[in-house]
C-alpha cells in the first residue's frame, strides 16, 4: 500500500565545463576502500568508520572534476537535521578526495580531508590511500588516515581528540575457471 524510495538524485554532466558532473540527492559515496567514508554495509574492510557511514546513502552534492588521470571530488552531505533544540545544530559532512590514476601496474592513489561539522564535536580526517597491481592477478594496498579534533563537553570543557587508522591489503585472483580469490589484510 505504499512505497519508499531511496537514492534519488539528479546528475548534470558537462552543464558548466567538459570535466564537472554534478550529482545532488541521496546517494552512494565510497572512497578508498572504504575506511572513512562509505555507505552502511559497503565497507571492504572490518573497521569502517561508523561516525561517516551509519546510513545506506547520503543526502549530498557531489562535484566531480575528471582530468584525466586526475579526479577531484568535492562533497557537502546532511547527516542528520536537528529540529528539536534551540542550541544544537546540524550534523554535516565536508570533504575534497583527490585521485590520480598511473599508466602502469594498474596503479591509483588518493588523498582526502573530510569534515564532520556536529553540535559540540567537529571532526576532522586526513588520509591517503594507494594500490598497485605489480603482477597479474595480484593487487596491493595501502590506506592511512589521521583523525582529530575537540569535543565539547555539557560542562564547556573541550576535549581533543585524535586517532590513527590503517590498513595494509593483499588479494591474488587466480587464473581459473571460478576465479578464486585470496585476500590478507592487516588493520590498525
Known amino acids: 500500500t505504499g512505497m519508499e524510495l531511496d537514492y534519488v538524485n539528479i546528475t548534470l554532466k558537462e552543464m558548466f565545463s ?19 567514508v562509505a555507505n552502511s554495509g559497503q565497507s571492504t574492510t572490518s573497521m569502517t568508520a561508523d561516525d561517516y557511514s551509519a546510513r ?16 577531484i ?17 546540524d550534523e554535516d559532512l565536508y570533504g575534497i578526495n583527490i585521485g590520480y590514476q598511473f599508466d602502469n601496474y594498474n596503479a591509483e592513489a588518493e ?14 580526517t586526513l588520509g591517503t590511500r594507494g594500490s598497485f ?22 560542562a564547556d570543557a573541550s576535549w581533543g581528540q585524535k586517532a590513527w587508522a590503517g590498513e595494509l ?16 589484510g592487516y588493520y590498525y
Open 133 to 154: 597491481s605489480p603482477v597479474e592477478g595480484l593487487e596491493l594496498s595501502a590506506e592511512a588516515a589521521y583523525q582529530f579534533g575537540d569535543y565539547l563537553t555539557q
Open 169 to 184: 591489503l593483499s588479494s591474488y585472483a587466480f587464473d581459473s575457471k571460478y576465479q578464486p580469490s585470496l585476500r590478507l
Open 56 to 71: 545506506t546513502g547520503f543526502d549530498a552534492i557531489r562535484a566531480t572534476l575528471d582530468y584525466k588521470p586526475w579526479a
Open 18 to 36: 567538459s570535466p564537472l558532473t554534478l550529482k545532488i540527492g541521496r546517494q552512494e559515496m565510497i572512497f578508498g576502500d572504504a575506511m572513512v
Open 111 to 124: 588523498s582526502y580531508l573530510f569534515v564532520k561539522d556536529a553540535d559540540a564535536k567537529d571532526i576532522y
Open 73 to 89: 571530488d568535492l562533497v557537502y552531505s546532511k547527516i542528520d537535521e536537528v529540529y528539536e533544540a534551540e542550541n544544537q545544530e
